[in-house]
């Protein structure tokens, strides 16, 4: 065990203030994914099971159809982007739970070097992050046109099920993007910023498990994915929170969504597994004038990146 130093005041060193060993954030990053890919969607299944029920649904068959439904990515409903929306917003919960635990550390420790979520500062990001957007349209009509089976040239209709699509994407999609930065950008940074105590470290490796995160998919996928979470890690440690990458995960997942729902699929939108390399000036323009943006704003409001040296005591006393 270590005593934090008042040089530990940056986002991805917190978790080195007392109490600290190596091992805890190894066994952070373990639990992480056991309460994420297990706990939760055996809670949530359940959960689910028992609305189900509750709406007249009560035969063995009937139930295990149901359960076929919000676990099929392939044939996107709303009721299974809801479910996967919620398994991933669970993310924000879990990291909060774990951070406790295990490093005794309260929750808003993973939302800033402030000790909270900086609200004001979030909002200014999602101004900053549809500035990026008009960008991207820009490049967008400058580079030769993809082959994406998700979008089409012709409106879809408006439809029930479009209407249900719509109030899941514009409610649930922020928690699910939040819980994504929560557990990738937020403890992931802090487990590898601890354990190596180096910033290209905690930037680069929860940006690859973010990439490996998203299933089958092919090298244009890949990367932009890959390049997504080191932009959203850079601001991170740039800024000092999770803010601007929320803000980024969420326009951007707005935007896909919103595309799908009004030209394309949702679920071919949602299990992009092929790409073209053209497609990557036009993420990157978004994702890199966005970064430009962040940065050059923070700067200027006096947005801090790193802890005062007076809270580096340990949040949660010891017992």
């Not at 373990?30 to 994420?36: H, K, Q, S, Y």
């Not at 601001?235 to 999770?242: C, D």
């Amino acid at each position: 065990m270590s005593v934090a130093r008042v040089a530990d005041g940056d986002y991805h060193l917190l978790q080195r203030r007392r109490p600290w060993s190596w091992w805890r954030p190894l066994l952070g990053t373990l639990l992480l994914g056991v309460l994420v890919l297990v706990v939760v969607q055996v809670v949530l299944v359940l959960v689910f099971l028992l609305g189900y029920v509750a709406t007249g649904t009560t035969s063995a068959a009937g139930l295990e159809a149901a359960l076929d439904r919000i676990a099929d990515t392939g044939d996107v409903t709303p009721v299974s982007l809801a479910y996967l929306n919620l398994s991933l917003a669970a993310a924000i919960p879990v990291t909060m739970l774990v951070a406790l635990l295990l490093h005794r550390q309260r929750p808003g420790w993973l939302a800033s070097v402030a000790g909270r979520l900086r609200w004001r500062w979030l909002l200014v990001c999602l101004g900053l992050s549809v500035v990026a957007l008009v960008a991207t349209i820009v490049v967008s009509a400058l580079v030769p046109e993809t082959s994406d089976s998700s979008v089409s040239g012709e409106l879809n209709d408006w439809t029930s099920t479009t209407r249900d699509f719509v109030l899941v994407v514009l409610l649930l999609t922020p928690l699910q993007a939040a819980g994504e930065e929560y557990a990738f950008r937020g403890y992931l940074t802090q487990a590898f910023g601890g354990l190596f105590g180096n910033r290209w470290v905690a930037l680069l490796v929860p940006a690859l498990l973010f990439a490996l995160a998203h299933g089958a998919q092919d090298a244009p996928v890949f990367v932009d994915r890959f390049a997504f979470g080191l932009v959203a890690g850079y601001l991170v440690i740039a800024t000092g929170g999770l803010e601007a990458g929320i803000a980024m995960h969420v326009l951007n997942n707005w935007l896909a969504f919103g595309l799908a729902l009004a030209f394309g699929d949702m679920s071919s939108a949602l299990n992009p597994t092929g790409g073209s390399w053209w497609s990557l000036p036009v993420t990157l323009t978004q994702s890199l004038v966005y970064l430009a943006l962040a940065v050059a704003v923070a700067r200027r409001m006096g947005i801090g990146n790193r802890a005062e040296p007076g809270i580096l005591e340990p949040s949660i006393p010891r017992v």
